[in-house]
Structure formats: structure tokens, C-alpha cells
């Protein structure tokens, strides 16, 4: 039997792309030509982020190489960032001069600073893209040897779980006046959407640990951002790329590629969209958190799986039987707080102790596992346990 063999396109390498590129070696069984593109190689993972900067983790147990993932699934990677798309002629750019025809266009490209937000991005580290974060983590590293500062633009949950962890490991050195840590938020208490008790609770430990936080401020950069001795790191939200906006993609409010339940954009069953980038009509505004975007993937992939087989017979794509996303119920979030304690919160209800952290160290390990290669660094992750994480911890 013969069929129409098909260019897909993956555009960015985020947490919901994973089962697309583990179920692409099925398509190129059949012929099919996939291409990966990203403009960096390794994802890391966001829900172990803030305990890589606070010391728990290395960088090799939190980042998932997606150059090896690809090479593994026979997909081409391509390391470069997609700077146009035509939707009318099926044709992607790159900013390295490369265009790219395709049949179906899939993206999972994250988001990036507000416009709004004032971002200047001139030597100051952005809470995305998550590559990016390695600069953070790398001057924290080096402030348990130097005096350093830190300014944390944002009391959202992103500013407030980065600060947690850096005071944690860098207490004595904030005690002693060797490192100063400030949080500036627009509003008049940390996060804002979460529970007022949570956000109180938070507070006295940020101001225990001494932390300056300054509410209801805007922060304006003032000297030189980027000197070895002080850093900024932007977390006051996210916005969708232009890309979307440029190509004719329909859009949100704050530039979000709209897709239906299928993950669809909505006027254009060609081309998908999971994660932060999208925003789902039919269904309230999500959190842009990975939860959310790691339970797309599998839906994802197996519509993308529907389409092609619809494709490869040459008929058109609205036949085929998609399934809607439907997100969970509640939308629970754990918090390290660079203690023996996570902060498990879910609507207005909310809890702290040891078995939420531990929680949080199952969950985030069995889910990056599955991706991290069979190597002597795998195997000292897997046998890694909440006491040997916890040596790095201040009681």
C-alpha cells in the first residue's frame, strides 16, 4: 500500500514535545520525514529548577539532552530558533536562513517576558526561556565563595520558590551580610494568587532568613545589571511569542497561540500547539505550570498519530477522530522552600511539612527518569534519596 509521505515539524523542545519525538520512530517507519527544532539543545525540566539553584540538584539530573532524544527516535534535530511562519504556503523560517516546508507544524515553544513587564534583557536572567537559568545558577554557586546580591523581580510562585531555595543554601552568607537577596512585587503581599495564609506564611520565612522584600514596587535597573557581583533575575509572568502574531495565528490577549480541545490552532487543523505557548478556547485560563503542559503530551502525540493516518489516505484531517484535552480537576502545586519542608497548595487549601517535599523529590524524579541517558550520572540519580538530597539543605 502506498501513501503520501508526509514532512512534520516540531518546533521547540518543551516538556509536552517529549512523546511526540519517543512516538516519531513509528512515523518514520512508514516513510515520514520529522524534524525537530529547537535553539538550544537541552530542556530542563521547570518543577526542579529552583532546587538546582538551591544546590539540591546538579545540572546533569535536572536537563534532558534533546540533540541524543532525537538522534534516538530518527528524527533530524536542528538547532535553531523559528523566526517566521507562513501558514498559507506551509513554510517554516529560521533564523539561521534555513526554511522548512511541512504538512503538519507542531509547537512547544514556551513563552517569554511581558511586554509590558519592562524586561530589557540586558544582563538580567529571565524565568524563561528555562535554558537560560544556568546563569543564575552558576552566580549563586559562585556566592557561596564571594559576596554577591540578588534582586528577584516578582513575588509570584516562580520568584518566591527561587528565593526560598537561594536563602535556604545562602543563609549563613545573608546572616554574616556577605550576599544580600531582595524580592520586589507589584502587589501588596507575595503571591498574590495563592492563599493570604500561604502568602504570610511565606513572608516570615523570607524575612527570617533575611530577605528584603519591597511590595506594591516597580523595579527600574539602576547602575550596571550583569556585574560578577549582582544579578537579576525576571519572574513577573509570561506572554506568548510573537511568532504567532507575525504568521496570522490567531492569538489571546497577551499574544498565546489559540487552539481548540483538540490542541489545534483554531483556524487551521495543520498546525498544534501544547504547554505554555497555547491557550485553549473552551477552557478558563490555565496556570502555566508543567503539569499542565507533561498531561498534553501523550494527547498530543496520539493526534498528531490520528492526523497522519488521516493524511497518508488523503483525506482531510477533519475526519479524523481527535481527542480533547480536558485538564485536571484542581491544579495542585508543591513548593520547595529550601528546607525539609515543601508547601502543597491546591485552590484556597493549602500544607507544609517533610512528606510534601518528599512528595515533590518522587514526582520530579520518576518523571525526568524516563529521559535521562543509561548513564553513570542515571544511575547515581536513580539510587539518590531525600537524605542525601537534604545534606545540602539548612535544617
Known amino acids: 500500500m502506498s501513501f503520501q509521505k508526509l514532512n512534520i515539524v ?8 517529549l512523546p511526540v519525538v519517543e512516538y516519531s520512530g513509528k512515523w518514520r517507519e512508514k516513510g515520514h520525514k520529522i524534524t525537530l527544532v529547537s535553539d538550544h539543545r537541552w530542556l530542563y525540566y521547570s518543577g526542579m529548577i529552583p532546587e538546582y539553584i538551591g544546590g539540591v540538584y546538579n545540572e546533569d539530573q535536572i536537563r534532558i539532552d534533546l540533540a541524543r532524544l532525537a538522534e534516538k527516535n530518527d528524527v533530524v534535530f536542528l538547532e535553531a530558533r523559528a523566526s517566521n511562519v507562513a501558514p498559507e504556503s506551509k513554510v517554516l523560517k529560521l533564523n539561521n536562513g534555513t526554511t522548512l516546508t511541512y504538512d503538519l507544524l507542531v509547537f512547544d515553544i514556551g513563552t517569554i517576558p511581558p511586554r509590558e513587564s519592562g524586561f530589557s534583557g540586558e544582563g538580567i536572567v529571565p524565568s524563561k526561556p528555562l535554558h537560560k537559568i544556568r546563569m543564575l545558577a552558576d552566580f549563586i554557586a559562585n556566592s557561596t565563595k564571594h559576596p554577591g546580591e540578588l534582586l ?9 520558590e527561587v528565593a526560598l531555595n537561594v536563602s535556604g543554601r545562602l543563609c549563613d552568607q545573608i546572616r554574616t551580610g556577605d550576599f544580600s537577596l531582595h524580592v520586589y512585587e507589584r502587589a501588596e503581599r507575595l503571591l498574590p494568587d495563592f492563599p493570604s495564609p500561604m502568602s504570610k506564611y511565606v513572608y516570615r520565612l523570607l524575612s527570617k532568613r ?54 489545534q490552532s483554531i483556524n487551521d487543523p495543520f498546525i498544534l500547539g501544547a504547554g505554555d ?39 482531510d484531517p477533519g475526519e479524523a477522530e481527535l481527542q480533547a484535552y480536558r485538564p485536571y480537576p484542581i491544579n495542585p502545586l508543591i513548593l520547595s522552600t529550601g528546607r525539609r519542608e515543601g508547601i502543597w497548595v491546591a485552590g484556597p487549601v493549602w500544607i507544609h511539612n517533610k512528606m510534601m517535599l518528599k512528595l515533590k523529590h518522587y ?15 542515571w544511575n547515581r540519580f536513580a539510587a539518590m534519596t531525600d537524605a542525601d538530597s537534604a545534606q545540602t539543605l539548612h535544617r
Request: charged share 20%.
Open 152 to 160: 528577584i523581580v516578582g513575588g509570584g510562585a516562580a520568584g518566591v
Open 363 to 377: 514526582i520530579d524524579r520518576k518523571w525526568i527518569r524516563r529521559y535521562l541517558s543509561k548513564s553513570n550520572e
Open 10 to 17: 516540531l518546533v521547540g523542545g518543551g516538556h509536552a514535545m
Open 210 to 263: 533575611g530577605v528584603r522584600i519591597h511590595f506594591e514596587s516597580t523595579f527600574e535597573p539602576q547602575g550596571e545589571s550583569g556585574e560578577s557581583s549582582r544579578m537579576i533575575f525576571w519572574a513577573t509572568g509570561t506572554g506568548g511569542n510573537p511568532i504567532f502574531s507575525e504568521g496570522g495565528l490567531p492569538v489571546d490577549s497577551s499574544g498565546f497561540m489559540r487552539v481548540n480541545r483538540t490542541l
Open 277 to 315: 505557548c497555547i491557550s485553549i478556547d473552551g477552557i478558563r485560563s490555565l496556570r502555566k505550570i508543567g503539569v499542565h503542559a507533561v498531561k498534553q503530551g501523550p494527547l498530543l502525540a496520539g493526534n498528531l498519530d490520528m492526523l497522519i493516518s488521516v493524511l497518508e489516505a488523503e483525506k
